[in-house]
Nanobody, 122 residues
Framework: QVRLVESGGGLVQAGGSLRLSCADS????????MGWFRQAPGKEREFVAA???????TYADSVKGRFTISRDNAKNTVYLQMNSLKPEDTAVYYC????????????????WGQGTQVTVSS
């Protein structure tokens, strides 16, 4: 049974930083990729960042240069360091994992966490 648990969300002022964590209690960490997605009120869920088992990282254009995804294999945990936060980053952030290799890092995820709220005030 794969279980992804996010933590680290909260309220921060614009320009501030937060670090999200996603602990994987099952086998998801040995799969192809781990990713972060977000969903703002009234909007569709969107891709934020992904990291493959190889270490290859992919970012959405909107967060490049501000967010960093990383993983600690010993702790079965993936992180999202978010710097220079903007009000438009406000959303529920979800961790995701997938088992099989796919060419695209943006889709095909099998497992999802429950989400953690990030609110950036102006």
């Amino acid at each position: 049974q794969v279980r992804l648990v996010e933590s680290g969300g909260g309220l921060v002022q614009a320009g501030g930083s937060l670090r999200l964590s996603c602990a994987d209690s099952g086998r998801a960490f040995s799969g192809d990729a781990m990713g972060w997605f977000r969903q703002a009120p009234g909007k569709e869920r969107e891709f934020v960042a992904a990291i493959r088992r190889s270490g290859t990282k992919t970012y959405a254009d909107s967060v490049k240069g501000r967010f960093t995804i990383s993983r600690d294999n010993a702790k079965n945990t993936v992180y999202l360091q978010m710097n220079s936060l903007k009000p438009e980053d406000t959303a529920v952030y979800y961790c995701a994992a997938r088992d099989r290799w796919r060419a695209s890092p943006y889709s095909g995820y099998d497992y999802w966490g429950q989400g953690t709220q990030v609110t950036v005030s102006s």
